[in-house]
Each structure stands twice: as structure tokens, then as C-alpha cells.
């Protein structure tokens, strides 16, 4: 496997889908350029890239397990049954919790190109695997939303704090790949880990260096760049202000950009408005530019909010939201589960993702912004119930086995 | 109860100890906000009215009837508590019922008599009991409303003083029920007060709350895992931690009775029962195979009564955090059934139509949670792998649902494996009064074992040497109950009767459960303690009469049973010969009878007996030793321990009892087991003469309510030398025989006894007459006696007879100012021929002792 080589190499580089698998529409949608345009024929494309991943995945079951095959049957779905995008919902989707206890592979172990764990927070972590192309074509739609947001400048340096696990050898923890990856579009000054390694598979939260690095970044006055968990920015914020540190003014062309987990303590999630106050008010930066991305393992197309905060969905994937109980779906305006379906994944069966997630999908000429694509609310986790009766319930369980 | 509240005096709540009546239980009495709390003062305010809550005397008997009164407002004032729930008031009325609460405590602690430190036999001078654990802080769940104010109860019943951190779900209701309860206390004797406390400290108050469980003695803790840990992390190493935490509970199918449809119904039923939120509801069906063929083959004949029960009852659909979380584990396992070679190979999901239920076939052994509202698992697990298998989860266990033909083997295992509770689906929800919960009983939790090891003269029991507080009722009646009410009394609770009189055909019965039996018997064994027979040294022999419903002998086996005295249960028996040598064979020195029979014994082996020379205690009940045979005992066999065995009747059960300091008929009542009033007779030269009226408090067998037991009797008043504070009396005879004439009370037994001592002691009976001048007393006697007794003095009948007048009028200081002072009352004596000539009772034919011809 050639999951250690995540660094250097993999930036620069690109490769193309025709290289493996000869799914043109794949391609051809994937390298779409403008994030949130879609061109004519776009319907047409996405379906026939749909056709194309699913039979090669259904192809590549065959090799492998009779997974894929038998869900299809199952589900009594065919991918002659896609002939426009309304089409698209009834595609089987997985859910992502079921990446958590299989693997499921689409691709033969030696073409594995990257191998990530999700975060997760309790115990299971999903293990998925890339091929060179699945993860190549999600970054490669980071740059062009980075691009379009405006967000590169190769002719100038930044300091960057990343609230992320310092690498250490063979990590597979996806989010650490990301921000690393994530420092490529302004060269690199400095850069500060807040969860720094200490040996031994351990990470410590290093709070008053990232204070310090702040601090530092203040005086050297360049463009400063903090990416990763809210939680620790979060706590670092709050630190700041009960030491009574004096506000700091970072550099205008400052960014930050976080992704992951919201929770701070007792599952008391942070609130996105209150942490982006404090960040506006402690280091300086102008709202704009406190972004937030939502992305996951399970699901690696970019979404990253607008500048009015919300996650817009990009040419390269469509969202549903289904009724909890029934998995119906419900369209616009009500909470349900969070269903992404893209073309982009070739290693996995991972092309229609029920996500853990508790969404609102809202009409795009709502937000304001200017971009008229749909964008979707995070409003929970599913199945993250205070448990109200006094069973015991399976989270409690395997917390404690 | 002090010396005088007793006599009727039900009003003087000044009078009880260390209560002050007429206490505020406004809310701010018992109820601390978070904002109160946090000023240090208002804290301190708190730990000092705790401390005095630890003081206050708890009675067991007074907590009862509060509660038991509580549950009939409850009942009959529902509309004054539109904020329960109508099913929340079922349970607390159904709770509160004293027969409830008795039975709870007669499971959970042993018993109302384990409130006493009780001396244990076999160690010597070795004492055992329970007390209260002293501070109880409890924090209960936000899923069960209703359950704070029962846990609270919990810790009433056991004498605790109670801190509630009140939740988001039932704190209002329970916080209004306190109020409710706390001002119905008032109206008695407030002996709630300070005992029950309500903090609203929101559980991110850690600094507060830590201090709040430092006062407690221990820290009753219901919720999940999370919660538990967060309270565990405030409390002092020390600190008894009690936790109710949440649990899981399983079906096991018997590979006998994988057919069982009926089985297969009340399983459904548990699947459906209020959406399986209760720990004891059923998240998994295990059968006892490794066949996952059959596995699959019982979920689909399952499903058919799954779909039919679930369509019975409607199904709500859960809130977004539950329904995706059960959809979560529906669809990943959906997609699971995929794996394999072909769909189902080792997982199957089987959903309602209209997803209203779910079974989750899987072809593993490991217990898994469902995520409830209608989802079951089922799984194959064979009964050898059943311990492996439930190894990691015995902190979780709780019920199984058992169907099979070999139900004990089966129970047996899952017990050895970890379950605490075994019942047939259907029931598992359902408990009952005692029941251990997770297997712990709540009351027993509450309490701290005691061991006193001291030596003490005399001393059976600690409970008389303090006062009870009674409950007196203001509302209740004051009828009185007679001796022919008693008889219509509803007899259909009792478990063992015994006769009460009634001469004609069917006996009249006096019915006890077993544990108001067992209750009685061990007061009065404390009272043969206390009168001074002694375990270590004495050996009994049961010479009561026994058999024919009669109480007597085995009465006293009980009691001697009780603390464990070595006792020859001999009965009354007819063979003296047998029963002096029993006496004399095994070295008995203690007698347990009837006078008439001992003296019977004594008279027939005489001889046989002084030989002997080792009978040296004697425990009378059923009469009295009259003079001549008190000195034949002293003079003949040196026999001065004489006591009274017990006061009682079979009507109400024992009385009282005689400590060595109670000489004459004077008693300490079992007042743990009676309440006693004295009604004074009227009477005009104040004699203190008092009917002795009892309402007995925790039977459940006969109700005695103001019962007149037909006995006289006057108050002692002031303290015992035994240092017991139960009340005193002395007995003066029974009701029928005090009797009023020419203004003034007399009692048919003092002359009795005053002819008994100048030796007449055959038949008396008392006529009193009236004609204008005034009352007559006429005692009428049998002539053959006196004239027998007479006859060597040599002297004519009415010389007899004035001589007989004069005893009276100086032995009786009463009827001599009647007669000779006051001349109010004219004394005659009158000899009649033969017994047939008295006036006898039309319904029993006896002899009339007093006749009232006025």
C-alpha cells in the first residue's frame, strides 16, 4: 500500500481517469472547472457519469465480493433505471456507517493510492481507500474552489497554524492529509501544529505555543493561515480571552478554514456564529474570510462556505435529503438525512453516501451570495440521541467495551 | 408520645419530642434555587437544616399513615393535582398505600421490627439493627417522570433526610407533591420537616454540587453511563455511590420451543410495550441453536405476530435523534444482508410495511442494543456459549425473557451468566412491591447495618427506651370498637387465626397474617427479656394450652423461637407425671403457664419437684396468682420470679409486658405495636380508673381500631427504673367488673381478692340493687363454703356474715366511706344454697359476676 506517500509528490501531479478505468464522463465532469456553473448538457453528463462509475463498479464487485451486485439486486435497481437527474435517488446508497465496520473495494489492493481513516469520535473509524484518481479529482476541485474563491497567491508567503495532528510516520487520519495538502496554494513561512506528537501514538494539544505562534505571526505581519478542528480553535480562543491576551491584528489577507468536529465538551457543540465573533474579534479577521468546509472520507467533494456561510453544492455532486424513517425523498425546506451522490469515487462504491448527518437543503437563490446553486444546513448527527429511556443504548455499550 | 398524650390528649403537639409543630412548609421551606445556593450563607442555611433533619426522631409507624393518608388525598382529591399525570397518580397512589409500603419493607429490610437494634442470640451481648444511611442525595432521570418523588419515598421510609437535584422532566410535579406532603405532615407532627430537600442546580454547577454530595452520606444516582461518571468524578473516594444505571434485557428461546406461537405473541407484545423504553424491555431474541437457518425461519414466523401486535397499538413516530438513529442501524444492516455470496447469508432485515417495526436477523452470537421504538435483534446463541458470550456485558444485564421446556436448567445458566431478573415475555415489564431492581433492593440501599456489642441487664430490644411519635389521625374515627364489632371485622387478609371465644357452635376467630404474627411474637419476646428471662442461662418449658385454634402454646413457641431460648414445647399437657419428670430430666428452671396448672403440677410432684429443687422462674399468663399460691411458691419451693409472660389477648395480640421493676399487674405497653388510649370511667372521686382502649398499628390480618379490650386499668405516671419510656399501667381487671353504685366506683376483683384472702374462693357474684334511699351492693356467696370455712369458730350464720362485712369495709377503703361516712350505700351479704340459684348468662348459662338490677 502507498498510504505513507502523501506528501510531496501527490501535489503537483495529475493523472487521468483514462489512465485506469476509460470512464470519460467520470472525467469529464470531475475537471469541470467552474465550481459552481453548469454548463449545457451538464445533465446528461452527470448521469452518464453516474452509469459509468456504478457498472464499473458492479464490473469490479464481481472480482471481489458479490456486494455490490447483490445490493443492486436487492434494491431491484438497474443502471438502465437512470435516464434523467430525477433518477439519481434511486440509486442504493450506503451509508457511511457502513464504510465504518467493511471494506469495500473496487479496485485491486495494489492500485490503492491512499488509505484514510476518518476521525471518528467514537470508537469505529471508516477505513477508505483511494485510488490515485479518486483522490486527485477531489483535490483537484479544492484548487478550483480555492481558485475561485480567490484564495491562491503563489507569489507570496503565509504562516500557517494548523489545528491538526502533527504528521508522524505512516498516518493514515485523513484530516491531517487535507491540511497539509491544504498549504500549497500560498508557500509556506511557517508552520505551527496544535496537536503537536509526542511519541508514542500521542498528540498533545499544544495551547500556549499556539498562543505564542499567534503572537509571533502578529509581529512578522504576514498573511496567516489556520486550518482545521473548531474545537481547538475554539479552545484556543476562549484560552486567549481568560488570559486576557490583548486582541491581536492579524495580517488582512489572513484565512481561516476549518473542517471537523464542532463539539467541545459533553457533546455541547460550538456555536459557528460565536466561534467566528470571537475569531473577528481576538485575531482580526474580517468575517469573509472565516470559512468553514464540510467534507468527509466517505465523501470527498469539497463543500466550503460562501461568504455568507453556507455550503453550497458543486457541479461535481448532487445532494438529497431523505425522511428518516421512510428514506424518501423529501426535498427542500425539511430535515432528513444528508444523501451525496458523485461520480468521483472509482476505488470505493461510494458514489451515493447516506451521511450521518441531519441536513435542511435549501433553494440556492436563498442565500444571497451570488451563487444560485442549492446549498444544504447541517443541523445534527444522526442516531446522537440523549438516550431517554433507561435501556442501555448501543453507543453506551461501545464506549465502555 | 409523652406520659400524658396518651390518655386522650391528642392535641398537645407541644408535647412531642424535638418537633415543633406548626412548621412553615411554604417552598422556600425545602426548595433551593441555584441562584440561593450560591450565596455561601444560603448553603450553610441548607447543611444546618440537614443536620437537624438528621436529628429528628424518625418513626416508622408515623411515616406510614402520613403516606397512607397522602395516598387517599391523592385518590380522593385528584382534581387538586391536575399536574400528575393520570398514570403518574396510579402509581403514586397505589406506592403510598401503607400495605404497599409494609410489604416493600417487609422484602426489601427484613421488616418494621429491623428499625430496632435487637439483640442477636448465639454471641452474647451482641446487638444488631439497621439505621438510617443519614443524607441521601438523589439524582434521578429525565425518562421516567414520577420516579424522583418514588425514590424520595424510598428515602423517607428508611429515615433519611432526602436532597432531590430536581430535573428539566418531573421537578415541577415532584416539587408540588412535596409541598403537598410536607403540608399535610405540618398538620401532625411534622416529622418531615428538614428531611426533604429540593436543590435546582444545573449539573454544570459542579463546585456547588460537589459540596451539596459532601453533606450526603451517599448519592443515589439514576442515568446512562456518561451522566453516572460525570457525579462518580465530584464525590470523595468514600462517598457510597448508588447507581441505577441503565441496563439491557434479552428473550431466550429454548430450541424446544421454537414453535411456541404463543411464546412468539407476548414476545411481540414486549417488542411493542411502550417502545421498549424500559430496561427490562427485550432489545434481542436469542435462540438457543447454531443454525441460522432456523434463526431465520423463526424471525419470519415471528414477524407475522411482530406486524399483528405492532398494528394494535399506534406507533408515534420518535423524535428526528431516535428515528435516525434506529434508520441508521435498519439501513446499515439492510446493506450487511448484502455481503456474502447471496442476500441474507448471514444477516436479514425484516421491516413493518409502513416501517413501523424492524427485526434484525444476524447470524452473530454478541449481545447488541437496539435502537428500540419496535426493533428487535434476533441472533443464535447455544446455551454452552451462553457465559462467553455475556462475559463483557454483566454490568449491563438485567432481565431475560426465558421461553422453554426446561425452564430451571435454562434459568440457571443465565443466572450463572449474569441476569438478575428471570420472568416469561409478557411479564418482563411488570414488577411488583419488593422486587429487586438490578439486583439491589432500593430500601436496603438506604440503610446502614448496625452492631452494638455492649453488655446490657435485660435487655431484649433498644426500641422502648425511645419514645414513638404516633400519627393520631384527627380525621379518624373515634368509635370505638366493641368485642361483637370485632367479630364482624373482615377476617379475608388473615393467614393464621386463632380463637376468640364464642361459646356457640362456630368459634369467633381473630385473624393475623403471617407477618403481623411474626411482628407481635418478636415484641413480645422482647418483653420475656426485658422481665428478665435469660437466654444464656435459662431453659424453658411451654406449659401453655394449646391445639383447638387456641393461641397460648404456640404462641409462646414463637416467642421462645424467637431468641432462640432452649424450650421443651410440652403444652398443658393431662400426664403430670410425665410432664415433672420432663422437668426434672432435663434440668428445666424456667415454667411457662397458667397458674392454675402450674400450681396443679407443683401440688400433684410435690415431692418429686423439691427434690429436684431447680424450677426458679415462672412466666404466668391466662390469670393470676392469687396470695396463697404466691406463698405456697415462696415458702414451699423458694420460687420468688414470678412475672407476668405477657399482656395480651388473642383479639389484639400481645399488649404489654412486665420488666423486673413491674410488680402488681403494672405493664410497659408494646407501644411499636399499639397505640393506647386510657378512657377515664366518670367518676366522681377521681380513682384515675381508665377503660383501656388499643388501636393496633401495622396489622393488615384484623383491623383493631379503638378497640375496647375490656379491661381496667390505671396509668403510671413517670419514669420507669428500667429506663424504658413505653407507657405503664396497671391492670385492675376487666370492664364488666368495675362497676358504679351509690356514686362510686368499685371493682369486682378487689373484693374478690379480699375474700380470697380470707379464704373464700368459690363462687361471687355482685347484685346491686337500688330502692329509695339509695344503691344496695348484695354480694351474693355460696353457703356450703362459708359455712365450711366458718365451722371451726363456732359461730352463728349472721355473726358470719357481719364479720365477713367488717373485713370489707376495712380491707376497702373505697366502700367503707360509701357505707359507713357517706351512708350512701347499703352492703349486704347473702348466702345462697347451690350455684344453681346465681343468675347466669342466657347465652353462655356462666355465672353473671356483676348484676346491675337498678
Known amino acids: 500500500m502507498a498510504e505513507a506517500n502523501i506528501d510531496k509528490g501527490v501535489q503537483n501531479k495529475w493523472c487521468q481517469i483514462g489512465d485506469y ?133 503563489e507569489n507570496s508567503f503565509a504562516n500557517y497554524l494548523l489545528y491538526t495532528y502533527e504528521p508522524e510516520e505512516g498516518s493514515k487520519l485523513g484530516t491531517a492529509y487535507t491540511d497539509n495538502f491544504l498549504c500549497k496554494y500560498v508557500p509556506v513561512n511557517k508552520v505551527k501544529y496544535a496537536l503537536k506528537y509526542y511519541g508514542s501514538n500521542k498528540h498533545h494539544f499544544d495551547i500556549f505555543g499556539v498562543i505564542e505562534s499567534l503572537k509571533q505571526f502578529e509581529k512578522e505581519n504576514l498573511p496567516v493561515r489556520i486550518f482545521g478542528f473548531p474545537s481547538f480553535f475554539y479552545f484556543t480562543l476562549e484560552k486567549m480571552r481568560e488570559l486576557n491576551v490583548a486582541p491581536l ?153 | 408520645m409523652n406520659n400524658k398524650s396518651y390518655k386522650n390528649d391528642k392535641n398537645d403537639k407541644n408535647n412531642v419530642n424535638s418537633i415543633d409543630a406548626g412548621v412553615d412548609v411554604g417552598i422556600d421551606s425545602f426548595y433551593f434555587s441555584e441562584q440561593k445556593l450560591n450565596n455561601p450563607k444560603m448553603l450553610q442555611e441548607l447543611q444546618n437544616r440537614v443536620i437537624s433533619g438528621t436529628t429528628n426522631r424518625f418513626d416508622i409507624e408515623y411515616v406510614l399513615d402520613l403516606l397512607d393518608l397522602f395516598s387517599k388525598q391523592l385518590e380522593t382529591k385528584s382534581h387538586d393535582y391536575q399536574f400528575c399525570s393520570a398514570d403518574e397518580m396510579i402509581v403514586f397512589i397505589q406506592f403510598l398505600k401503607r400495605e404497599n409500603l409494609l410489604k416493600k419493607i417487609d422484602r426489601e429490610i427484613g421488616g418494621l421490627e429491623y428499625f430496632d437494634i435487637r439483640k442477636i442470640f448465639g454471641d452474647k451481648d451482641f446487638y444488631q439493627g439497621i439505621a438510617p444511611l443519614g443524607v441521601l442525595s438523589h439524582v434521578t432521570p429525565t425518562n421516567a417522570t414520577g420516579l424522583s418523588f418514588l425514590a424520595l419515598i424510598e428515602g423517607v421510609v428508611t429515615g433519611n433526610v432526602n436532597i432531590l437535584r430536581v430535573n428539566s422532566k418531573d421537578g415541577d410535579v415532584v416539587v408540588r407533591l412535596i409541598g403537598e406532603l410536607l403540608k399535610l405532615d405540618c398538620q401532625y407532627k411534622g416529622m418531615l420537616k428538614n428531611k426533604l430537600f429540593c436543590i435546582d442546580v444545573d449539573s454544570r454547577n459542579q463546585n456547588l454540587l460537589k459540596q451539596i454530595f459532601f453533606m450526603s452520606d451517599a448519592v443515589s444516582m439514576w442515568g446512562g453511563d456518561v451522566a453516572v461518571n460525570s457525579v462518580r468524578e465530584l464525590l470523595p473516594p468514600q462517598k457510597k455511590f448508588i447507581v441505577w444505571g441503565h441496563k439491557i434485557s434479552f428473550v431466550y428461546v429454548d430450541f424446544d420451543s421454537f414453535d411456541n406461537e404463543d411464546a412468539m405473541k407476548n414476545i411481540a407484545y414486549e417488542c411493542v410495550n411502550g417502545e421498549q423504553s424500559a430496561c427490562s424491555s427485550p432489545q434481542v431474541i436469542y435462540l438457543n441453536t447454531n443454525d441460522f437457518g432456523q434463526v431465520k425461519q423463526y424471525a419470519k414466523k415471528f414477524q407475522s405476530y411482530f406486524s399483528q401486535e405492532s398494528k394494535r397499538m399506534k406507533f408515534d413516530r420518535p423524535g428526528n435523534s431516535e428515528l435516525s438513529e434506529l434508520s441508521n442501524v435498519a439501513i446499515v444492516h439492510d446493506l450487511e444482508s448484502c455481503l456474502g455470496a447471496t442476500i441474507g447469508d448471514n444477516a436479514v432485515l425484516l421491516e413493518g410495511e409502513s416501517k413501523d417495526y424492524r427485526i434484525l436477523v444476524e447470524n452473530e452470537m454478541n449481545l447488541k442494543a437496539s435502537p428500540l421504538f419496535r426493533t428487535v435483534w434476533i441472533r443464535p446463541l447455544p446455551l454452552e456459549h451462553l457465559p462467553a458470550v455475556l462475559f463483557d456485558f454483566r454490568d449491563y444485564l438485567q432481565s431475560a425473557g426465558v421461553v422453554s421446556s426446561n425452564a430451571i436448567q435454562v434459568i440457571d445458566r443465565l443466572i450463572a451468566a449474569g441476569v438478575t431478573r428471570i420472568t416469561v415475555p409478557g411479564k418482563m415489564t411488570d414488577s411488583f412491591s419488593g422486587e429487586a431492581h438490578d439486583g439491589k433492593l432500593a430500601l436496603n440501599q438506604f440503610i446502614r447495618h448496625i452492631s452494638v456489642r455492649y453488655p446490657l441487664k435485660n435487655v431484649g430490644a433498644f426500641n422502648d427506651f425511645f419514645k414513638t411519635i404516633s400519627f393520631e389521625n384527627t380525621n379518624a374515627s373515634e368509635k370505638i370498637l366493641s368485642k361483637d364489632q370485632f367479630k364482624k371485622n373482615d377476617k379475608s387478609k388473615g393467614e393464621v387465626f386463632f380463637k376468640s371465644g364464642g361459646s356457640s357452635g362456630v368459634p369467633a376467630v381473630s385473624a393475623f397474617t403471617y407477618r403481623d404474627y411474626e411482628r407481635e411474637m ?144 403494672v405493664h410497659h405497653l408494646h407501644h411499636r405495636l399499639h397505640d393506647f388510649k386510657m378512657i377515664p370511667l366518670l367518676d366522681e372521686n377521681n380513682s384515675g380508673l381508665c377503660k383501656l382502649i388499643i388501636t393496633t398499628k401495622s396489622r393488615l390480618g384484623d383491623q383493631i381500631v379503638n378497640y375496647d379490650i375490656g379491661d381496667v386499668g390505671e396509668a403510671i405516671v413517670g419514669p420507669c427504673q428500667c429506663g424504658r419510656v413505653s407507657p405503664r399501667f396497671r391492670l385492675l381487671g376487666r370492664t364488666g367488673d368495675i362497676f358504679r353504685a351509690g356514686g362510686t366506683f368499685f371493682n369486682y376483683m378487689k373484693i374478690e381478692r379480699i375474700l380470697s384472702d380470707c379464704n373464700y374462693k368459690d363462687v361471687l357474684q355482685i347484685v346491686i340493687e337500688g330502692n329509695t334511699s339509695g344503691d344496695i351492693l348484695k354480694l351474693i356467696l355460696l353457703k356450703q363454703t362459708v359455712v365450711k370455712l366458718f365451722a371451726k369458730k363456732n359461730k352463728s350464720m349472721n355473726e358470719i356474715i357481719l364479720d365477713l362485712k367488717m373485713i370489707l369495709l376495712n380491707e376497702y377503703a373505697d366502700l367503707s366511706v360509701a357505707v359507713e361516712d357517706e351512708k350512701i350505700l347499703g352492703l349486704d351479704i347473702v348466702l345462697l344454697e347451690s350455684e344453681q340459684c346465681f343468675v347466669s348468662s342466657a347465652s353462655s348459662g356462666k355465672i353473671l359476676r356483676v348484676v346491675d338490677k337498678r
Request: proline share 3%.
Open chain 1, 249 to 401: 491584528k492579524l495580517h488582512n489577507d489572513s484565512l481561516v478554514f476549518l473542517g471537523g468536529g464542532w463539539k467541545k465538551h459533553q457533546n455541547e457543540a460550538i456555536e459557528k456564529k460565536d466561534l467566528y465573533k470571537l475569531a473577528n474579534e481576538l485575531l482580526g479577521i474580517p468575517d469573509e474570510r472565516l470559512r468553514d468546509g464540510f467534507g468527509s472520507v466517505e465523501h470527498c467533494i469539497p463543500y466550503i462556505e460562501c461568504r455568507n456561510h453556507n455550503f453550497h453544492v458543486p457541479v461535481w455532486s448532487h445532494v438529497i435529503i431523505r425522511d428518516l424513517l421512510t428514506l424518501e425523498n423529501i426535498g427542500y425546506d425539511r430535515i432528513g438525512y444528508l444523501n451525496f451522490i458523485s461520480p468521483y469515487i472509482t476505488s470505493m462504491p461510494a458514489n451515493s453516501v447516506l451521511m450521518g448527518d441531519l441536513a435542511v437543503l435549501h433553494k440556492g437563490e436563498r442565500c444571497g451570495c451570488g451563487i444560485m446553486q442549492d446549498y444544504f444546513q447541517i443541523v445534527g448527527r444522526a442516531g446522537k440521541s440523549a438516550n431517554k429511556s433507561c435501556a442501555i443504548s448501543a453507543s453506551e455499550m461501545l464506549r465502555n467495551m
Open chain 2, 522 to 665: 418478636q415484641y413480645a419476646a422482647d418483653g420475656i427479656i426485658a422481665a428478665g428471662f435469660s437466654v444464656e442461662e435459662d431453659s424453658a418449658i411451654n406449659l401453655f394450652f394449646g391445639g383447638g385454634l387456641y393461641g397460648g402454646m404456640i404462641s409462646f413457641f414463637t416467642i421462645l423461637e424467637k431468641i432462640k431460648a432452649k424450650q421443651y414445647p410440652m403444652g398443658a399437657h393431662d400426664d403430670l407425671q410425665m410432664v415433672a419428670s420432663t422437668i426434672i430430666q432435663f434440668k428445666i428452671n424456667t415454667l411457662f403457664g397458667m397458674p392454675s396448672y402450674i400450681i396443679k403440677l407443683l401440688k400433684n410432684y410435690e415431692k418429686e419437684l423439691l427434690a429436684y429443687g431447680g424450677i426458679k422462674k415462672i412466666f404466668f399468663g391466662g390469670e393470676h396468682f392469687n396470695k396463697d399460691q404466691k406463698k405456697y411458691l415462696k415458702e414451699i419451693f423458694k420460687i420468688d420470679f414470678l412475672r407476668s409472660a405477657s399482656y395480651g389477648s388473642v383479639d389484639a395480640g400481645p399488649l404489654g409486658y412486665s420488666c423486673e421493676y413491674c410488680n402488681d399487674g
Open chain 1, 21 to 153: 478505468y476509460g470512464l470519460k464522463s467520470v472525467e469529464n465532469l470531475c475537471l469541470l472547472k467552474a465550481p459552481y456553473d453548469r454548463p449545457a448538457g451538464y445533465s446528461g453528463l452527470f448521469i452518464n457519469a453516474m452509469k459509468e462509475v456504478l457498472e464499473h463498479h458492479l464490473k469490479m464487485s464481481n472480482n471481489n465480493s458479490n456486494f455490490y451486485k447483490n445490493l443492486f439486486n436487492h434494491k431491484n435497481f438497474s443502471t438502465k433505471d437512470l435516464k434523467e437527474i430525477g433518477d439519481l435517488e434511486k440509486i442504493p446508497f450506503i451509508h457511511a456507517n457502513f464504510f465504518k465496520k467493511h471494506e469495500i473495494l473496487s479496485i485491486n489492493k495494489e492500485k490503492v493510492f491512499l488509505h484514510l481513516t476518518s476521525s471518528g469520535t467514537t470508537g469505529q473509524k471508516s477505513q477508505v481507500f483511494f485510488d490515485e484518481w479518486s483522490i486527485r479529482s477531489a483535490q483537484k476541485m479544492v484548487d478550483n474552489i480555492f481558485e475561485y474563491y480567490g484564495w491562491v497567491n
